[in-house]
């Protein structure tokens, strides 16, 4: 019957069962659809992404390599005033409570117990390893020389530290650790750039320096060795002050105005002051601190700033 339309109805798929439309998702061979995709639409889609991610990947390299031609290796890019640490240095001792103690400053011990003081020998052995390596052992070593008060490093050099003017506070006497006489050992942080400002001028010294410290400094502007910062430790209390018994800095009370500034070069080793207590008195906590002395250098108990605050007890 010519001009009849001819109507068409839409046929529903088969139903299918779980497992079988699952099976046929997986793998249509009548389309040959693999998980709803033909290998065609595979290969575009997968195309498509893999020149995506390295364009984005080349992106961030050519920022990243832009970025770093901004900074120098050797040094940072903020420092002094600019940067987060700021130009005032605070002062570190060593040893340090166990790690599972980490918010300790506590300096306990039993004398008569080896295992018991183990601790403590171990981790200045650990810290002063790299001052301990021969001048020939690595390639930075070789570029440390023996400096003095007017004989500052040569270009390219750092000041060794000579570990063999360190009396009691040596490892063959284990830090005098086993005979109730410890030694601390106090360095400086190190802040890029820092230059001290030395006291040069001995009767202007700050009233809050301790008499003795005053009285050393004296002395030693006949040696010509006030290019230093200087160091003090004292009880923080009467009671404190009184059981803390003598002490000694050794090699010498202060670090050397040679060593600074610090410019990140290879094989630099930060200056050291160890305080041997001679005789602390047993049994009793003894809260201590000590302070760093140069002009540039501010004394904040609170936030511990040119100073640090540890707290010793030997039984």
Same mark, same amino acid.
């Given at each position: 019957?010519?001009?009849?339309?001819?109507?068409?109805?839409?046929? *529903?798929? /088969?139903?299918?069962?779980?497992? %079988?439309?699952?099976?046929?998702?997986?793998?249509? $061979?009548?389309? +040959?659809? #693999? =998980?709803?995709?033909?290998?065609?639409?595979?290969?575009?889609?997968?195309?498509?992404?893999?020149?995506?991610?390295?364009?984005?990947?080349?992106?961030?390299?050519?920022?990243?390599?832009?970025?770093?031609?901004?900074?120098?290796?050797?040094?940072?890019?903020?420092?002094?005033?600019?940067?987060?640490?700021?130009?005032?240095?605070?002062?570190?001792?060593? *040893?340090? /409570?166990?790690?599972?103690?980490? %918010?300790?400053?506590?300096?306990?011990?039993?004398? $008569?117990?080896? +295992?018991? #003081? =183990?601790?403590?020998?171990?981790?200045?052995?650990?810290?002063?390893?790299?001052?301990?390596?021969?001048?020939?052992?690595?390639?930075?070593?070789?570029?440390?020389?023996?400096?003095?008060?007017?004989?500052?490093?040569?270009?390219?050099?750092?000041?060794?530290?000579?570990?063999?003017?360190?009396?009691?506070?040596?490892?063959?006497?284990?830090?005098?650790?086993?005979?109730?006489?410890?030694?601390?050992?106090?360095?400086?942080?190190?802040?890029?750039?820092?230059?001290?400002?030395?006291?040069?001028?001995?009767?202007?010294?700050?009233?809050?320096?301790?008499?003795?410290?005053?009285?050393?400094?004296?002395?030693?502007?006949?040696?010509?060795?006030?290019?230093?910062?200087?160091?003090?430790?004292?009880?923080?209390?009467?009671?404190?002050?009184?059981?803390?018994?003598?002490?000694?800095?050794?090699?010498?009370?202060?670090?050397?105005?040679?060593?600074?500034?610090?410019?990140?070069?290879?094989?630099?080793?930060?200056?050291?002051?160890?305080?041997?207590?001679?005789?602390?008195?047993?049994?009793?906590?003894?809260?201590?601190?000590?302070?760093?002395?140069?002009?540039?250098?501010?004394?904040?108990?609170?936030?511990?700033?040119?100073?640090?605050?540890?707290?010793?007890?030997?039984?």
């Amino acid at each position: 019957m010519e001009g009849k339309k001819v109507e068409q109805f839409y046929t *529903p798929p /088969p139903k299918l069962g779980k497992w %079988e439309g699952f099976r046929v998702f997986l793998w249509n $061979s009548e389309t +040959g659809q #693999f =998980l709803g995709r033909t290998g065609a639409s595979w290969a575009k889609i997968l195309l498509f992404y893999v020149i995506f991610y390295a364009v984005l990947a080349g992106f961030f390299g050519a920022m990243l390599t832009v970025f770093y031609q901004t900074l120098d290796p050797n040094a940072p890019k903020w420092q002094l005033d600019k940067s987060l640490i700021g130009s005032n240095p605070g002062l570190g001792f060593r *040893p340090m /409570p166990p790690a599972s103690n980490v %918010e300790s400053t506590l300096i306990w011990y039993k004398a $008569s117990d080896e +295992g018991n #003081f =183990l601790h403590w020998t171990r981790e200045l052995d650990k810290f002063l390893e790299e001052y301990q390596k021969p001048a020939t052992s690595t390639n930075d070593a070789q570029k440390r020389m023996m400096c003095d008060y007017g004989k500052p490093p040569a270009p390219g050099k750092v000041c060794d530290v000579d570990m063999s003017m360190w009396g009691q506070c040596t490892k063959k006497n284990k830090y005098g650790y086993n005979k109730s006489a410890p030694c601390i050992f106090l360095k400086l942080n190190k802040i890029f750039g820092w230059k001290p400002e030395y006291y040069n001028d001995t009767k202007n010294l700050p009233g809050s320096m301790p008499d003795d410290l005053k009285d050393h400094i004296k002395q030693e502007e006949h040696a010509n060795r006030l290019d230093t910062v200087w160091v003090s430790c004292s009880g923080e209390n009467p009671a404190d002050v009184e059981n803390m018994g003598a002490i000694q800095y050794i090699p010498r009370r202060g670090f050397p105005g040679y060593y600074f500034p610090f410019i990140n070069t290879p094989g630099y080793l930060s200056p050291l002051v160890a305080v041997f207590f001679e005789k602390p008195k047993y049994g009793v906590l003894i809260n201590i601190e000590c302070k760093a002395w140069a002009h540039n250098i501010i004394h904040d108990r609170f936030e511990r700033r040119g100073s640090v605050h540890f707290e010793l007890m030997v039984d």
